[in-house]
């Protein structure tokens, strides 16, 4: 784990990056990015969500985002996550939308002042990068914008280890050639995660039918596992998050 070393940038007179932008489909691990970057920088880590921001009130909404920059200079090295960005800076308009207006100058003033604060870093994450106000996306604001693109193959092995290193996994049980199947193309992180889930479920769900059949001949309980078929099933029935909606992203 290594600190912040700005001695490189010094040394070559130009100033590190302030602030990343991260855009993908919905799921696909936007916020573990950003906690995995703090961790590994060894930075304090503060998360918010932009709608957390909104107030009804008029100036309550723009002391907000100050205060949030506020404890980020405070708890310098920092790294500030605004996650759903596009709720407090989606384009002006001309005056329509006041409140937005308000908060896009705030959020566009106190990026601009970062540079000169040592250790302090912005990383926001949006599904809906094309309605963001273009003042935020030029050099000096948000320097890097990063897509987080649906797992692959072999991502989703790794998604699937993941999220089942606390269940019961039969032996048998093979995760990666789960992973590879044609039906897991194009399948979110968080729909990993479901089906792993969901797979666990229907063993339960089949153990205490198990432990009624069986209640007459074994009196000690049976603990569940889930077999390969439970995973099987469950993706038969899944229906992965690019199916419920086309205007998520």
Request: charged letters at 25%; aromatic letters at 8%.
């Given at each position: 784990?290594?600190?912040?070393?700005?001695?490189?940038?010094?040394?070559?007179?130009?100033?590190?990056?302030?602030?990343?932008?991260?855009h993908?489909?919905?799921?696909?691990?936007?916020?573990l990015?950003?906690?995995?970057?703090?961790?590994?920088?060894?930075?304090?880590?503060?998360?918010?969500k932009?709608?957390?921001?909104?107030?009804?009130?008029?100036?309550?909404s723009?002391?907000?985002?100050?205060?949030?920059?506020y404890?980020?200079?405070?708890?310098?090295?920092?790294?500030?996550?605004?996650?759903?960005?596009?709720?407090?800076?989606?384009?002006?308009?001309?005056?329509e939308?006041?409140?937005?207006?308000?908060?896009?100058?705030?959020?566009?003033?106190?990026?601009?002042?970062?540079?000169?604060?040592?250790?302090?870093?912005?990383?926001a994450?949006?599904?809906?990068?094309d309605i963001?106000?273009?003042?935020?996306?030029?050099?000096?604001?948000?320097?890097?914008?990063i897509?987080?693109?649906?797992?692959?193959?072999?991502?989703?092995?790794s998604?699937?280890?993941?999220s089942?290193?606390?269940?019961?996994?039969?032996?048998?049980?093979?995760?990666?050639?789960?992973?590879?199947?044609s039906?897991?193309?194009?399948?979110?992180?968080?729909?990993?995660?479901a089906?792993?889930?969901?797979?666990?479920?229907?063993?339960?769900?089949?153990?205490?039918s198990?432990?009624?059949?069986?209640?007459?001949i074994?009196n000690?309980?049976?603990?569940?596992?889930?077999?390969?078929?439970h995973?099987?099933?469950?993706?038969?029935?899944?229906?992965?998050l690019?199916?419920r909606?086309?205007?998520l992203?």
């Open positions: 784990m290594c600190g912040f070393d700005f001695s490189s940038f010094e040394a070559i007179g130009v100033h590190s990056a302030i602030g990343v932008l991260l993908g489909p919905p799921g696909c691990g936007k916020t990015v950003a906690k995995a970057i703090a961790n590994e920088s060894a930075a304090n880590f503060i998360s918010i932009g709608p957390e921001l909104l107030n009804k009130y008029v100036g309550e723009e002391r907000a985002v100050r205060t949030v920059f404890r980020g200079r405070a708890a310098s090295p920092c790294v500030l996550f605004i996650d759903e960005i596009d709720a407090i800076a989606s384009k002006r308009v001309g005056g939308n006041s409140t937005t207006e308000r908060l896009v100058n705030q959020l566009l003033t106190e990026m601009d002042g970062i540079e000169s604060r040592r250790g302090v870093y912005v990383i994450a949006t599904n809906r990068p963001l106000d273009p003042a935020l996306l030029r050099p000096g604001r948000f320097d890097k914008i897509l987080i693109p649906i797992p692959s193959s072999k991502g989703r092995v998604i699937l280890r993941k089942a290193r606390k269940a019961r996994i039969a032996p048998e049980a093979d995760l990666t050639k789960m992973a590879i199947k039906r897991m193309e194009g399948f979110t992180g968080a729909d990993l995660k089906i792993v889930n969901d797979a666990c479920l229907l063993s339960i769900k089949n153990s205490l198990d432990k009624m059949i069986n209640s007459r074994n000690f309980p049976m603990t569940p596992v889930v077999q390969f078929w995973f099987e099933s469950t993706l038969k029935i899944f229906v992965p690019k199916c909606s086309n205007n992203y």
